[in-house]
């Protein structure tokens, strides 16, 4: 019987723990409007990629990665959800924080009509005079806003 009660007890502890850590979520739905972020270096000819295989372009962004010489621009595309939890149907800023090698910050904006049913790619793009001073790109974080209201983020490792 003690055996039992112990089970019970550490199983109501574990699940417990797993609905306080679900509540804690800041999103109705738990899940981000920002699905995924994609950094590309582009080359002379504005292409991430030779051929349409994914095997393909990670190869040649290597290559690139290799080469610095060779590139002219870093795109990132970014995967967002439907219509995120916000105010008003109209855009919303699409804002792409980069911290530099150099110790400055480079900020990218744009505004982003969410499409009703279905998740959409956009992409924003670091070039020219911006991109040659840049060279290296350390960590960047990605942000939805509404206004001035904060929707959703992702950032990288060294955000």
Same mark, same amino acid.
């Given at each position: 019987? @003690? ?6 007890? @550490? ?6 723990? =797993?609905?306080?850590? &679900? ?12 699905? #995924?972020?994609?950094?590309? +270096?582009?080359? &002379? &000819?504005?292409? =991430?990629?030779?051929?349409?295989? @994914? ?17 002219? =621009? ?20 699409? #804002? ?18 969410? #499409?009703? +049913? ?12 911006? +991109?040659? &001073? ?23 490792? @060294?955000?």
């Amino acid at each position: 019987m @003690l055996r039992i009660s112990i089970i019970l007890g @550490l199983w109501s502890l574990i699940a417990g723990t =797993a609905y306080a850590a &679900q509540a804690e979520t800041p999103s109705p739905t738990g899940k981000s409007p920002i699905l #995924k972020v994609l950094p590309h +270096f582009l080359d &002379q &000819q504005g292409r =991430a990629a030779l051929s349409p295989s @994914l095997f393909e372009r990670d190869a040649y962004q290597a290559e690139l990665r290799r080469n610095p010489e060779r590139c002219s =621009a870093l795109r990132y595309d970014i995967l967002l959800s439907p219509r995120p939890s916000a105010s008003g149907s109209g855009p919303l800023k699409l #804002k792409m924080e980069l911290r530099l090698g150099n110790g400055s910050t480079q900020i990218l904006e744009r505004d982003w009509q969410p #499409k009703r +049913f279905r998740r959409t790619w956009t992409s924003l793009t670091l070039e020219g005079d911006a +991109f040659a &001073q840049a060279r290296e790109v350390s960590a960047w974080r990605a942000s939805l806003w509404d206004g001035n209201r904060l929707l959703a983020e992702q950032t990288s490792f @060294l955000w």
